[in-house]
Every structure is written in structure tokens, then in C-alpha cells.
């Protein structure tokens, strides 16, 4: 159909390119026959790479692939799909995107399929145009045309044939400008041309007045993608029309996503936060909100996956937000903060247990029987005239927080799915603020737990020792005072002992000692020696002094402190330590002899004789070996001096039999009777040694060949520890670990593997340089090594070495125990340009 009387079919819009769609064309066997550059960005893929291949090949994942054929008939049944897929990038990661497919349809009855995906990911990016506008428009009709070179139509969807009124079979081998003499259709083709000349994705508005409703001016977003063939090659240009007539107020709702970000999660505070949803919802959105959710949120607990009724009762929820038009939210029957009990037959409890929203554009009172049960909230609905309501859940980490409900009373205009996802969108950018307030809860619940519970319960030495604790305050009134100890694992089955001491007494030095040990901590996850662990320590306690000096109303709350840490090895049985200013361990052999280590003094903590290094001293201990920290208050007396002390504590050390615990209970009753004038603190740790079948160590050439020698050496070493379920994981990681190594350094590298409470694979080089995790772009080659190896690992890190450093990752072992005595004595044979050490 043409326009005959010249009328201008449009108002152009000045172009503008949108990058976030990615398009393919697939002929009736499924084959890709076009692709687009959006398409190569998107997924990773040329299109070279693509065209002339199935496309089970990109779209579907592994799991999908057997289903392809049945999707394939659906799609044709139904004229099309559209729905959330997880689409393979090149790289073999899952990307979750939008994905609508559409019929079209050719000369001679001939058919194809146009595909259009887009990242979920980008729906969060705050843009209020491109990808949000995209999503809102994923259920609206959209017409498809592919045009040649010569800008002569080959292909048309039903859509935009009855956009245009025009039958399909007058399209074919015909120009817009044939169709409809004009400016604007000159426009569009000129748009076209420069899509084809650019390669470059464009979208034109405009304003028309198609024949099928020739007296009201409808407005169109056209996108336009370039078509390659499998040389890369342009071959056609397609262009993609929805009618977005009547959504102007919808875009500029839109706008209200920009506010999301600054008006939502000002606090960390979780029911302040769902008062920010509320309010960001009125009456930009709704005229009543409402946000409930579970009990457990609010004091930073998860949630179950799905919310449903329990013990047959229905679930509790609180109230954390409530908004409405209307003065005192009248159409509230709670008030904030206050519980909230779920109707187990209503949309709330549906969305709760499966985690999917709910829309009723017309809420018909006399078709919903859950009203009917629920006197309370059927009474508000009549009063306040609530005809149109939306249920979305709040979901954070595949957990179900709670639910947003919006209402409209006054505004006589139903929610349309276009709400619903805007609802959606509001509520998931909510729910990263909530889960944000949600774990700060939890963390902050933690740590006043901790301030209870200042000294470990339970001591965890793992494959490197065993290990028991006594802790005697001197004030019993005031509660305990500075000393602490703990017992930390390391990477490679290496375990840290610390004792520390704490001037003064009281809540005082209790807080002192709970920093410290935390401090400690984190400096032991960074895999520091212990006389550089010491250094930093030293570094924090002087700067919570000086903090502590610069607020006159508060009193110092560290003033000085002595500690001693040591770090043992059970692979090479070498134990590390270093103090400051802090008594030396005893050291008791399996013979029962004892001593007394010479190890440097250093100073005490927070003097501020920072210029005084710390030394560590390394020694070999025999499988068994008894090692004793001590505070000063269990060596020292009112009556007697250090050294009396000290004997007494080796009497009692060196008697054979008794267990740890009977062992520290033995020097604990050789106290004197009356109450020590200082805190005791003992900590007993007796060493232990894998066994060689435990441990498998291979040198390798810096070649890039040995990443293949590595892979199969540690999985033919998997195999042989029982640990087949591991191989394809660590291959990965040892791959990556092994490829870092041979790539930034320029000597010999170390592969070992360490099978204790779980498998450790190390790899270590003569470059001191630390690996950091790089966050690479789209088309980057590398820096995604260290992600995979995260992801692949319960944890991983790097810790210096005396020739370079160590990159480790961990992963589980099964709970049975493994049969080590039934595994292969010795080192593993050496394999073809390596050698095992």
C-alpha cells in the first residue's frame, strides 16, 4: 500500500547507535545465515566462526542441546518465543540474557528466523534508555524487515504487516520509498546505507501515520543491524520497528531507575531501606506501596531459598516500608515495623514460595477466594478502592528477602506488564541494597558475639598439630584481661600458633586483646613470616594508640603488648617463630628433654621503637615435639622470679602419657593457691608429620610445554590418591597456576601437591611479584586465569618464599577418610621434561 497523497510518513528523530543488542539470522534448519558485529561482541564469536553452523552451537548450553529440535518445533507452533536463556560465550561461560525469536517470512512461503539477545547484566547499569527500554518492550509487538544491498525488502514478520497494513507478499523486491513516497522514507534508507557503509548498529525514532489507523500518529523505534555473511562480509541490513505510541510517560518513569541509586541503600540500616522502596514507588509508580520483609532479614540472618508456610503456620514477615498518596496510609492495617501475617492461599504466599511476581491488572474481588478468608485486608481493599495490584518478590543471592506490593487506588489506569518489569527492576536494585544492610547486620551481630566470646572455644590444629588451651584471669570480678592465644590455619597444611599479653586489666584490656587477635588474623591470612607479621602488628597497635590519644574523652586502650608467633610446616616438620618482647616457647622432644629457644627479644608492641626490627628464627623439630606459650602470669609469682617458674613449667611438661588437656590441667594445679596477680594463659601444641604418600612435588622448565606435563602428572597423582572425582578441577587450576608461573618468571618453577583435611596444589617460582585478579573486558585475551582458579577453589592466595613466592588453591575432600597407609610410598616418577624432587 502506498501513500498517495505524499503525505510525510514521519518526523525524524536524530539517530544514535545502541550497542547493547546482539542479532543472528537462522534459516528453517536451524543454521545461522546471518550475523552482526553486536552479535561478535556479545557472545565472543566472528562471524566466520558462526555462519554456516547450527545454532545449538551458540544459543542453548550443554544441558539444552537435547531439547533443540522440541524448541525448535514450539518456536514454530507459536510463531516465535521469547523468554531468559543462558546463551555460551566463546570462552565457554554462560551469559543470562533476554532472547526473542521471530518468524519471517519469504518468497515462496520461505522462512527464517531472527534472533535478538541481551545482557541481563546491563539491565542494572542505570542507563534509562537502550537496555532498560529494550526490556520494557520484550512482550510489545515488533515488525522485522531484512532488506539486500539494494535496500530491496527479502524477508517480513507478521507484525509489520499489520503495523503498516501492507501485505507481506507486496514487500518482497521492493524499496521503503516504492512502499511509501516520502522524506522520511528517504530518511530511513539513508539510515540504512550508513548502517551498511559503518557496520554499526542505529536506532531511529519517528512519528507515522500508517494506513491501518490513518487518523492518529503513532510513534516507532526502528533499530538497525548490519548482516554478515561467514567471510564477515555485508550482506543485507535489518531493521526492527516497535510501537512505542502511549509509552512516553513510561520513559519518563524511566527516569526514576536514576533515582534508584541515590535514593535506595542510603543506610545499611534493612527496614530503612525498605522505607526508601516505598517511598521511591509513591506515587511515581503507585499510590500505595508496601515492602515486608522476613523476621530473620532484620538481624542480618539468610533466609531459606523460598519462603513457605512452616509447621503448617504461615509465614511471619515484618513490616519495613509503607508509602501511600493518601494521608496516614489508611489503606495499611499494620503499621510499620510491626508483623505481618501471610494468607497461605493469597498472590503474597504464591510469590514467597516460588519467587515469580504477580500481576492482577483487575483486581475482581468476587473471583479471588483467599479475600474471602482474610476479612482485614478485604475490608481496606473496598474502603480504599484498590483495583489494580502488583506482588514482586525481593530476591538477593537466590534468596527470597521478602516482597514489594504496589497498589493503585486513584489512578484509574491498570498496571501492564511494562509496570511490572519496571517494578522489577526497582525492586532488584532494592535488594542489592537490603542484602548489602542485611549481611552488615549479620557482620555487625558477629562481632558483638565475638566481643562476648573473646577467647577461641575450640582449637583447630589440623594435619599440623594437636593442640589444648587454658586461659586463668587475674581478676575474676572485672572479668578476663589482655591475654589471647589462637591456633589459625595456613595454606599447605601449615598451621600459626600466637600467644599475646595485653597491659592491664578489664573491659578495657579485653577490647585491646579482641583487636589484636583480630588483627593477627588478617595478617596471617596474608601468609607474612612471623618477624614481618610482628612488624605490622607493631604498626597497629601504635596507630590505635595514637587514635585513642587524639580523643580526650576516652581513655588509651592499648598501651602496650607482647606476643610470640610461630608458624610449622608438618610437610618439612620446620617451625618459624618470632617475638616481641614476649617469654619463649618451650620445646619439649619426643624424649622428654626440654629447652628453651634463644630467640631475639624484639620489643614490645606499641612502644614506638618501630626502627628495631623484629628477627625470626627457624627451626627442625621431630615429629611429636611438644611446644608450650605461656603468658608471664603462668611463669611469674609474687614470690618467685622467672626462672623458678620456668623449671616448674618443664617439670611438669616433661612427663610422659597424659593427653593435652590432662597435660594443661597438670601445670595449671601447680599454681600457687592464692590468685595469680596476672592472667595465665597456656597453649600446648604437639606436632605432627604427613607422611611422604601425602605429599607429591615436581620441578618444571620454564616452557610452556610443561603446562601438558603438569596436568597429567598431578591427575595421574589424583588417580593414585583416590581423588578421580578431582582431576577435571585441579587440571584447570594447575594449568593456570603453571602457565602464570612459566609466563612471568624466568626460572624453574614447583609443582606440589599436598593431600591433608584437603587437597593443596601449590606452584611456586623465583618471581617475588604477588598475582592480583585482574577484572578484563569483553574482547581481552587474558587476566581471567585467576577467576577461574577462584571459582574453581574453596580458596586460594600467595604467600612469599625464600627464592620467590607460592600461588596455592584448596579444594575439599570427600568426609570419608582416605586410606592413607594403602598409598604409594615415595616421590612420583619424574615425567618427561620434569623431575621430581
Known amino acids: 500500500m502506498t501513500n498517495t497523497d505524499h503525505t510525510p510518513l514521519a518526523e525524524p528523530v536524530s539517530p544514535r547507535e545502541i550497542p547493547d543488542a546482539a542479532i543472528a539470522m537462522i534459516d528453517a534448519e536451524g543454521t545461522v545465515v546471518g550475523w552482526t558485529q553486536a552479535a561478535q561482541q556479545l557472545v565472543g564469536y566472528s562471524a566466520g566462526e558462526v555462519v554456516g553452523r547450527s545454532a545449538a552451537h551458540v544459543l542453548p548450553t550443554p544441558e539444552d542441546a537435547l531439547s533443540a529440535s522440541a524448541f525448535a518445533e514450539q518456536c514454530r507452533a507459536q510463531g516465535g518465543w521469547s523468554g531468559t536463556v543462558t546463551v555460551r560465550h566463546r570462552d565457554g561461560h554462560g551469559i543470562k540474557m533476554t532472547l526473542r525469536i521471530s518468524l519471517l517470512w519469504g518468497q515462496d512461503a520461505g522462512t527464517r528466523w531472527l534472533v535478538s539477545v541481551t545482557d541481563i547484566g546491563t539491565l542494572s547499569s542505570g542507563a534509562t534508555n537502550g537496555p532498560v527500554r529494550e526490556s520494557l518492550l520484550a512482550h510489545a509487538p515488533i515488525g522485522i524487515l531484512v532488506h539486500d544491498l539494494q535496500l530491496r525488502c527479502t524477508w517480513v514478520n507478521d507484525a509489520m504487516e499489520h503495523q503498516v497494513g501492507v501485505p507481506r507478499d507486496q514487500w518482497f523486491e521492493r524499496r521503503l520509498k516504492d512502499l511509501f513516497p516520502g522524506f522520511e522514507a528517504e530518511a530511513l534508507e539513508a539510515v540504512m546505507r550508513q548502517v551498511l557503509e559503518s557496520g554499526t548498529t542505529m536506532v531511529h525514532e519517528y512519528r507515522a501515520w500508517p494506513p491501518a489507523d490513518r487518523g492518529r500518529a503513532h510513534v516507532f523505534a526502528a533499530s538497525f543491524f548490519c548482516l554478515q555473511d561467514a567471510d564477515g562480509q555485508t550482506v543485507g541490513v535489518c531493521s526492527m520497528s516497535a510501537d512505542v505510541t502511549g509509552n512516553r510517560r513510561a520513559r519518563e518513569r524511566l527516569a526514576i531507575l536514576s533515582q534508584a541509586s541515590t535514593r535506595i541503600g542510603s543506610t545499611l540500616d534493612v527496614m530503612r531501606t525498605g522505607q526508601e522502596l516505598a517511598d521511591l514507588a509513591v506515587p511515581l509508580l503507585a499510590d500505595y506501596a508496601v515492602v515486608d520483609l522476613a523476621e530473620s532479614v532484620q538481624f542480618g540472618e539468610e533466609p531459606s531459598t523460598w519462603i513457605g508456610t512452616t509447621n503448617g503456620r504461615p509465614p511471619v514477615m515484618r513490616r519495613a516500608g509503607l508509602a501511600s498518596i493518601r494521608p496516614g496510609v489508611p489503606e495499611s492495617p499494620w503499621a510499620r515495623k510491626e508483623t505481618v501475617t501471610v494468607p497461605p492461599a493469597s498472590p503474597y504466599a504464591a510469590v514467597l514460595r516460588t519467587g515469580t511476581s504477580h500481576l492482577e491488572p483487575v483486581l475482581d474481588t468476587s473471583a479471588t477466594p483467599w479475600i474471602d478468608h482474610d476479612p482485614v485486608r478485604a475490608q481496606k481493599i473496598h474502603e480504599n478502592g484498590m483495583h489494580s495490584f502488583m506482588v514482586v518478590p525481593i530476591r538477593a543471592r537466590q534468596c527470597v528477602l521478602g516482597v514489594a506490593l504496589f497498589v493503585r487506588t486513584e489512578e484509574p489506569m491498570p498496571f501492564q506488564e511494562d509496570d511490572l518489569l519496571l517494578a522489577e527492576e526497582l525492586v532488584t536494585r532494592a535488594a542489592l541494597c537490603l542484602d548489602n544492610a542485611r549481611q552488615y547486620a549479620r557482620e555487625r551481630t558477629a562481632a558483638l558475639a565475638l566481643q562476648r566470646d573473646l577467647l577461641p572455644h575450640r582449637l583447630a590444629g589440623g594435619a599440623a598439630v594437636e593442640a589444648a588451651s ?63 607479621l610482628l612488624a605490622h602488628l607493631d604498626d597497629t597497635v601504635r596507630r590505635l594508640s595514637e587514635e585513642d590519644a587524639d580523643d580526650p574523652d576516652r581513655l588509651p586502650a592499648v598501651v602496650g603488648a607482647t606476643c610470640l608467633y610461630a608458624v610449622y610446616d608438618p610437610v618439612t616438620r620446620r617451625c618459624t617463630m618470632a617475638r616481641a618482647g614476649h617469654p619463649p616457647p618451650a620445646i619439649i622432644d619426643p624424649q622428654g628433654q626440654i629447652t628453651f629457644p634463644d630467640l631475639p627479644t624484639g620489643v614490645p608492641l606499641g612502644l614506638g621503637l618501630g626502627l628495631v626490627p623484629f628477627e625470626s628464627v627457624e627451626l627442625e623439630l621431630p615429629e611429636g615435639s611438644l611446644l608450650a606459650f605461656y603468658t608471664d602470669g603462668l611463669v611469674e609469682t609474687r614470690d618467685d622470679d622467672i626462672d623458678v617458674g620456668l623449671r616448674r613449667l618443664g617439670t611438669v611438661l616433661a612427663q610422659p602419657g597424659p593427653s593435652l588437656e590432662d597435660l594443661c590441667s597438670r601445670v595449671i594445679e601447680t599454681l600457687p593457691a592464692q590468685a595469680p596477680a596476672d592472667d595465665v594463659t597456656l597453649l600446648l601444641a604437639r606436632t605432627r608429620a604427613l607422611e611422604p604418600a601425602q605429599v607429591a612435588t615436581w620441578d618444571l622448565p620454564n616452557d610452556l610445554s610443561a603446562v601438558r606435563t603438569a596436568r597429567h602428572l598431578a591427575a595421574r597423582q589424583l588417580n593414585e590418591w583416590g581423588l578421580e572425582h578431582l582431576v577435571t578441577t585441579v587440571e584447570l587450576i594447575v594449568s593456570e597456576l603453571v602457565t602464570n608461573a612459566i609466563r612471568h618468571c624466568d626460572g624453574p618453577s614447583r609443582l606440589r601437591l599436598i593431600q591433608h583435611q584437603v587437597l593443596t596444589c601449590e606452584v611456586s617460582d623465583t618471581n617475588t611479584s604477588h598475582p592480583r585478579p585482574r577484572h578484563p573486558r569483553t574482547l581481552d585475551e587474558y587476566g581471567r586465569g585467576l577467576y577461574l582458579v577462584a571459582q574453581l577453589s574453596r580458596r586460594w592466595g600467595s604467600r612469599s618464599a625464600t627464592d620467590g613466592k607460592v600461588v596455592w588453591a584448596e579444594q575439599d575432600l570427600p568426609s570419608k577418610p582416605l586410606r592413607c597407609d594403602a598409598l604409594p610410598t615415595g616421590r612420583p616418577t619424574a615425567a618427561a621434561g620434569c623431575h621430581s624432587s
Open 470 to 532: 587454658r586461659y586463668v584471669p587475674a581478676d575474676i570480678d572485672h572479668g578476663v584481661g589482655g591475654d589471647w592465644f589462637d591456633v589459625i590455619a595456613l595454606s599447605g597444611a601449615r598451621v600459626a600458633l600466637v600467644v599475646g599479653d595485653v597491659v592491664g586489666h578489664g573491659i578495657k584490656a579485653a577490647a585491646s586483646m579482641g583487636r589484636l587477635r583480630t588483627a593477627v588474623r588478617t595478617l596471617a591470612d596474608m601468609d607474612l613470616p612471623p618477624h614481618e
